[in-house]
């Protein structure tokens, strides 16, 4: 007998090559125990997801959940388990002078699983713009974080904008690779300048810094540092990272996604990774909402299901190095699952710059499985629940 069983949905496994069978998912001891159609054995709880997708636990790979620290962290199980998402990647929220909340009172307490990238400026975004010059930068220090602080940290993070671009110009990121490099673990990379709207922008500099595994975010933002040139053309430089397996994300948070360059950068080939959210209390209720709704603007890009589950699952694992243990159902693993419902309509998804797209499908959290426990999500972040705009 199992402890689980999720009978009859729509299974989404990228990793195993299943998309949209017909399957049920038995859970033991907090272990996805078997995935097969019509599994006979009962289970101590059955929960009926016919009609409903049935995918591994979603990855943010690109998130702000310094709660109760910096003025715009969200909640960790409000846009983790409670949104469908069972691992939340926090996006540089600390740096090496304000990290140690994370450890001691932020990732223990989540019933998330919570991962991060320490920020290259010593209190992170704690102060924005948080590099005023090189004095705000300590390698040593980050690297010294890094180091202490496996696996909770997976990177460090910088974002490439802001005043100091003038000063230090590419050498933020230089230093922010070197920190990365010296802790053995990749670079997160912010484009899309919020500070100020013309001026050198250090996007076609940095990118050829960028190693295979290095993640760039913001991928589709609108604002100075984006991808496109004058003329819409994609950078060469974004096409040579892509090529060198660079992770490229498209996390959207307040201000940086933009349908327009989506659209044009789609077109010319650009072939985005993962589609996290950049989420912070302001977004969630302004602007990205969630990851759900994350994937439902993909969705009206064009993407299929089965596309932005994976942007959502195993390709964030793999940006991670986390393929063999996130990411999938396979039997062994943890019982991370997420429960999604396909929903009908006629659905209106914004960008950060003032364009709109409709879908005719919307995806949204039914139930999250964490390590086998069954959580249901929360109310939603719009004052109707969960799903977009109606168009
Ligand atoms: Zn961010």
Same mark, same amino acid.
């Given at each position: ?10 299974? =989404?496994?990228? #990793? ?12 033991? @001891? ?6 097969? !159609? ?18 591994? @636990? ?9 709660? &109760? ?5 969200? $909640? !960790?199980?409000? *846009? &983790? ?12 929220? %600390? ?5 140690? &909340? ?21 209190? &992170? ?10 004095? /705000? ?6 690297? +010294? ?7 909770? *940290? ?8 802001? !005043? ?28 899309? $300048? ?19 595994? $290095? ?13 496109? $040139?004058? +003329? ?6 974004? =096409?040579? %990272? ?18 327009? *360059?989506?659209?044009?950068?789609? /077109? ?9 959210? /950049? ?26 299901? #089965? ?6 699952? #195993?390709?964030? #694992? ?24 396909? *929903? ?32 249901? !999500? ?14």
């Amino acid at each position: 007998m199992y402890d689980l069983m999720l009978k009859g949905g729509r299974v =989404f496994d990228a #990793a195993q090559g299943i998309a949209g069978k017909r399957m049920d998912v038995a859970v033991s @001891g907090g272990i996805i125990a078997k995935v097969a !159609p019509d599994i006979a054995e009962s289970a101590a709880r059955v929960l009926d997801v016919s009609g409903k997708i049935v995918a591994p @636990g979603l990855i943010d790979l690109h998130c702000h959940v310094y709660e &109760g620290v910096n003025q715009t962290g969200v $909640d !960790p199980d409000l *846009v &983790g388990v409670r949104s469908g998402v069972t691992t939340v990647v926090d996006g540089g929220s %600390a740096g090496f002078a304000n990290f140690g &909340g994370f450890p001691a009172h932020v990732a223990p307490k989540a019933k998330t699983r919570v991962l991060c990238f320490v920020h290259i400026a010593r209190n &992170g975004l704690s102060t924005m713009p948080e590099i005023g010059g090189r004095g /705000d930068i300590d390698v040593e220090e980050t690297v +010294k974080v890094v180091r202490a602080n496996k696996p909770l *940290v997976q990177g460090v993070k910088v974002r490439a904008i802001g !005043p100091a671009v003038p000063s230090l110009g590419v050498e933020m990121v230089k230093l922010a690779l070197q920190a990365a490099s010296q802790g053995g673990v990749r670079l997160m990379v912010h484009i899309g $300048d919020l500070y100020i709207r013309e001026g050198p922008t250090l996007t076609q500099q940095l990118l050829p810094l960028l190693r295979k595994g $290095d993640i760039l975010t913001h991928t589709f933002t609108g604002n100075l540092g984006r991808i496109v $040139d004058a +003329k819409d053309n994609v950078l060469p430089e974004l =096409f040579a %990272a892509q090529e060198r397996g660079v992770t490229l994300d498209t996390a959207m948070g307040r201000f940086n996604f933009s349908f327009e *360059v989506a659209r044009r950068a789609l /077109d010319q080939g650009v072939k985005p990774k993962t589609l996290a959210t /950049d989420i912070t209390v302001p977004g969630r209720l302004n602007t990205v909402h969630s990851m759900t709704e994350m994937m439902t603007r993909f969705l009206a890009l064009g993407s299929t299901v #089965a596309d932005v589950i994976a942007m959502a699952t #195993a390709n964030p #694992a793999a940006a991670l190095g986390m393929e063999a243990t996130l990411g999938s159902l396979a039997p062994g693993r943890v019982a991370d699952i997420t429960v999604l419902n396909e *929903v009908s309509g006629k659905w209106r998804l914004r960008d950060t710059v003032g364009s709109s797209l409709t879908s005719d499908k919307a995806l949204a959290p039914a139930s999250t499985v964490r390590a086998g426990e069954v959580i249901m !999500p929360d109310w939603g972040p719009h004052p109707w629940g969960w799903l977009p705009e109606q168009a």
